[in-house]
C-alpha cells in the first residue's frame, strides 16, 4: 500500500509540473526547457520556509508558488518576445544560470550536500489514526510520515492545478492563447497584444512549477541541486510531448505511464548508477519518436483545417 | 616593481589562455553554425557529439594506447559519423514526414532527443566523470612571459588550420552548394541538386569539426558528458553575438570570448565562471537576437 501511494505521491508531484509546462509548450506553442529550475527555485524556497522560518506548510507552498512564478514573471516578460528558436535558446540558458545559482549559493541552498530534515505537512489525526478521532490528547493535526498520509496533502494539490489549468485552456484567455499561437498575425490585427497571454501562461506555469517544488521538498524531506538539472527540464518537456496529443488526460496518463516505466528501468538496470542515464536514453527517444511519428509538433493545431 | 612584473606576467598568461580556450571553441562554433546554415534548425546536439568524440579519444589512447596523431583521427571520424548518424536516424526522417511550417520547431524536438541519448549513452558507457588525455602537459613554447603547453599550441594551430581550410572550402564548388543551400534550398532542389545529400555532407563536416574540438578540450582541459551542454550554449553565444555567416563570425567571436573567459575566470571563483556565458547569451538574445537567427527570416520559414 504504502509502495503504491509512493508511486501516486510521485504521479502528483509531476502533474502539477506537466500540466503547468503544457500551458507553455501545448497553449503558446514555445518549448521551454526551464521548467526543472524553476521546479528546483520553487522546491528551495519551500524548504527554506519550512527549515529556516519554520512556518506551516501551506505558507510554504504559497512563497514556493511566488517565487518561481515572480521569476517566471520576470524572465518572461523577455522571453515571451522570441520567436520559437530563440525562446528555447534562451530558456537553456535560463536552465544553466537557475542550476549554477543553485549549486552554488552554498550557504543558502546547501551546495552538493542539499538541505536535508525537511518537514512533512501535517494531516488531521483522525485520517492518521481513526480510532483516536480528533479528540485525541494535544493537537488535532499530526505530521504525515507515510506516503498514504502524504496522499492527503499531494492529491488535493494535484486536482485544484489540473483545475486550474483546465477552466484556463476552456476559458476566454485560454482561446487568446490558442488564437495568438495559432496565428499571431491575425490575433494582432483583432487587437489582441500576443505578448500579455504567453506571460500569464508563462507565469502561471511558473507558480505551478513552484507549487510542485515545495510538495517535492516536503516529500522527500531532502533536496539538492542536482535534482533540478537540465535532465529534468527535457524529462519534463518529455512528457508533454508525449501526452500532446490527448490534451490534459494525455498529460496524466503520460505521466503514469512515465512513473511505470521508470519503476520498470529500476527493475531492469542492475546498476543504480546506470538509471539516470538509462532514463536519458529512454526519454530522449522518446523524444525522437514523437518528432518523427507526429505530424504537428508538439503543439497540435487541432483547431487548424 | 616586482608585483607589476608579476601582473604583466599574468596578463600575458591570461591572453594565450584565453586565446587557446577560444581556438577550441571558435572549432566548435564553425561546427554548429554549418549545421545551423544547411539544417535550417538549432543542431542542440552537437555538443553531445563533441563530448562523446572527447571520451572516445580518451577511451582510444588511454585505454587502446593509440598513438595521439591516430586518435586525432578517429576522433574526427566518429565525430562525423555520430553527426551523420544523428541527421540520418532523426532530421532526415523528420523533415521527410512534417511540412515546411512545422519543421523547426519539430527539429527541435528531435534534437533534444538525439542529445539526450547521447549523453545518456556516454554516461551509461563510461560514467560522469571528467576525462583527458594527460599528454604534453610540460612547456612547450614561452611567448613573452607566457608558457604554453603542447595541447595549446595544438589548438592554436588547429585555429588556423581549420579557418584556412573552411575559407577555401567555402569556395569551391561543393563549399558554394552548401551555402546555397543556407540561402535558398528549394531553390538548389529545383536546380537538380541533392539537397539530402547536400545536407548529410555539411552534418558530416559539422561533426568532424566537433570531433576535432573534442580531441582538443580532452587535450588540455578534460571532457565528460555534460560539457556538451556547455559548449553548445557557448557555440550559440558566438554566433548570435557575431553570425553565423560561416568562418569570420565563429572565428572571430570565439576568439573574443576565449578572452572575456579567460579575464573573467581570473577575477570570479572559478565555480561562478559558467555564469559568464549563459548571462551574456541572455543578454544577447535579449538586445539583439538577429545573428543566427537570420535563418529564421527566409521567405520560406514560419
Redesign the interface.
Known sequence: MNYAAYQLVSICILTISVVGLSLVVNMC?R?S?CQGGLFGVGAFTAALALTRSHVGFLPAVAAAGMMSGGLALVLGT?LVR?????F???S???Q??LF??L??TIDLTGGPSGISGIPRPEVPRWFVAPELGGSGLGSSWISSETSTQFLLVAVPMCLLSIGLVVQVRRSPFGRVLAAVRDDELAASALGRNPMTPRLAAFALSGVLAGFAGALFASFHTYIDATSFG??ES?FL??IV?LGAPAGIAGQIAAVAIVVLLMEVLKLAVPQS??V?????????????V??????????RRRSRA | MVSRGIGVKRMEQYLVNGLCWGATYAIVALGFSIAANAGRTLHLAHGAVFAATGIISCQLHNAYSWPMPVTLVGSVVAGAVLSTLVDLWVYSPIRRRVSTQTAPETLLVGAIGADAVLRGLMGASWGSESRSLGWGGGVLLEVGSAAMSLPQVCQVAAFLLTAAAAAVALRTSAGRSLRALADDPQLLSVLGYNVRLLRTTAMAASGALAGGAGFLAASDWGVDPHSGLEAVLIAAVITTACGARWVVGPMVGAILLGQLHAWMGAMLPSKWAPLLVYSILLVLLMLRPGGLFVVSSRPDSP
Open positions: 506553442g518549448l526547457l523577455w522570441l520567436k520559437k528558436e530563440q528555447l535558446l534562451a537553456l540558458a535560463v544553466a544560470v549554477t545559482g549549486y552554488n537540465i535532465e527535457i518537456v518529455s510531448a548508477t546506470h539516470a542515464h538509462v532514463r536519458e536514453v529512454a526519454f530522449g527517444l522518446c523524444l525522437i514523437v518528432a518523427i511519428v507526429r505530424t504537428g509538433g508538439p503543439e
